[in-house]
């Protein structure tokens, strides 16, 4: 019997995207509500409870809500896209080349919670320095970043799209999140394994899907003898053995001239360069992704089939 697959908010960006992801695949069973119905909190809960992996594509109460239409049933797992439980108790988070052991972690786990686009890049930059003891706990990391347009949702995608929408927005390029209490700040921290939390600086691009994350460093904040060829080692040790996270070699990234934040539209993959001189005082760590892939909804289709492979 094939697997029966739940989306919870199938028609949201995430949602879509989930789905088209999924479109042609002929190993599980999509159950869906109408969107007419999406409201039917009967017809929702019965739905969920009748699947064997729920996927919730909603806004945190939204979540926790269905979690608890959920309580007392053993046999649904539940992969939940929102804030809501990324750095709970009880729950794997959802990267699976986070640690060499994740993917296990996620395979075994009944609960797990997706990252956030932005935490994915930082959190792949940070931990592996973290891991190998170059990079401090303590140490003041920021992290400066730019997405597409479509992180933000339908009603971002009106205002970018649409001159005539009420709130339409202009500008090519916006920073926000200026109060410094971005809702993804916990999670980087956490799974950063920093003990301070990241200044975490976000943006957005007039452009449909892609991402930059950057974490600038100087060397001589760090622990040892830290340069940029200890940095890059310590990033292709970490990854070595898979084929979602690419590391760029280092003359690979030398020889560019820019980095394209769309460069990995439509594809659920990461690459992740270190920038420097030789010799420098300073590197600069990038993340290059898709908002709506690695990001996002390609992070949760991974996950479900790490989830049915158990």
């Given at each position: 019997m094939k697997p029966k697959i739940f989306i919870d908010g199938e028609h949201g960006t995430t949602g879509l995207q989930i789905r088209t992801r999924m479109a042609g695949r002929d190993d599980v069973e999509l159950l869906s509500i109408p969107e007419a119905e999406r409201r039917n909190a009967r017809l929702r809960e019965d739905l969920l409870n009748s699947?064997?992996?729920?996927?919730?594509?909603?806004?945190?109460?939204?979540?926790?809500?269905?979690?608890?239409?959920?309580?007392?049933?053993?046999?649904?797992?539940?992969?939940?896209?929102?804030?809501?439980?990324?750095?709970?108790?009880?729950w794997a988070y959802g990267f699976a080349e986070m640690d060499k052991a994740q993917a296990g972690k996620i395979r075994a786990s009944r609960r797990v919670a997706n990252p956030g686009c932005y935490p994915t890049g930082a959190i792949g930059l940070i931990r592996p320095l973290r891991r190998a003891g170059i990079l401090p706990s303590g140490h003041p990391v920021t992290v400066n970043a730019v997405s597409g347009y479509?992180?933000?949702?339908?009603?971002?995608?009106?205002?970018?799209?649409?001159?005539?929408?009420?709130?339409?927005?202009?500008?090519?390029?916006?920073?926000?999140?200026?109060?410094?209490?971005?809702?993804?700040?916990?999670?980087?921290?956490?799974?950063?394994?920093?003990?301070?939390?990241?200044?975490?600086?976000?943006?957005?691009?007039?452009?449909?899907?892609?991402?930059?994350?950057?974490?600038?460093?100087?060397?001589?904040?760090?622990?040892?003898?830290?340069?940029?060829?200890?940095?890059?080692?310590?990033?292709?040790?970490?990854?070595?053995?898979?084929?979602?996270?690419?590391?760029?070699?280092?003359?690979?990234?030398?020889?560019?001239?820019?980095?394209?934040?769309t460069e990995l539209a439509d594809t659920d993959r990461m690459k992740l360069f270190v920038f420097g001189s030789k010799g420098g005082s300073a590197v600069n760590l990038v993340a290059l992704l898709d908002n709506l892939g690695k990001g996002a909804s390609g992070a949760a289709v991974q996950n479900m089939d790490l989830m049915l492979s158990a």
């Open positions: 699947a064997d992996v729920a996927i919730l594509c909603l806004p945190d109460d939204a979540a926790r809500q269905a979690v608890e239409m959920l309580a007392g049933n053993d046999t649904v797992r539940v992969i939940d896209t929102s804030t809501a439980h990324r750095t709970a108790e009880g479509t992180g933000g949702g339908k009603q971002m995608i009106a205002q970018m799209e649409d001159p005539g929408h009420a709130e339409a927005i202009t500008a090519p390029h916006f920073l926000y999140g200026l109060p410094l209490k971005h809702k993804h700040v916990p999670e980087m921290k956490m799974h950063g394994l920093l003990d301070r939390a990241p200044i975490f600086s976000p943006s957005v691009g007039r452009f449909p899907q892609g991402m930059i994350v950057q974490v600038p460093l100087f060397l001589d904040d760090l622990s040892g003898d830290a340069s940029l060829e200890s940095i890059h080692a310590a990033l292709a040790d970490h990854y070595a053995g898979q084929e979602i996270v690419e590391v760029v070699g280092l003359d690979r990234s030398a020889a560019l001239a820019r980095i394209d934040a």
